[in-house]
């Protein structure tokens, strides 16, 4: 399979406007992409107790508008197995 912009390792790759593309690195300044790369199947997410997940009504806020608010909350924990799973690179230039 050829490899394509969207693609590295066989893997599909996602853009995120939550990495930084503004990283400086010898005389590239400011130019600088970072990547990170991982297996996902390294990664575990737990629900703390019988009542993880929390949804509260809130019936004032939006009451003038005809609207009920609704506040969704969960109580997780997020860990690795194997913390060497995963990299960051700092220092890409978009060719």
């Not at 297996?39 to 009542?51: L, T």
């Not at 009920?68 to 220092?91: E, N, P, S």
């Amino acid at each position: 399979m050829p490899a394509s912009a969207k693609d590295l390792l066989g893997h599909p790759v996602v853009a995120s406007k939550f990495i930084p593309d503004n990283l400086t690195k010898g005389s590239s300044s400011g130019v600088c992409s970072a990547l990170l790369y991982g297996d996902m199947s390294e990664v575990f997410i737990g629900f703390f107790g019988p009542m993880a997940i929390d949804i509260f009504v809130d019936p004032v806020t939006r009451v003038s508008d005809g609207k009920v608010r609704l506040i969704c909350t969960a109580q997780v924990g997020v860990g690795v197995r194997h913390i060497d799973a995963f990299t960051c690179y700092k220092d890409l230039l978009a060719g």
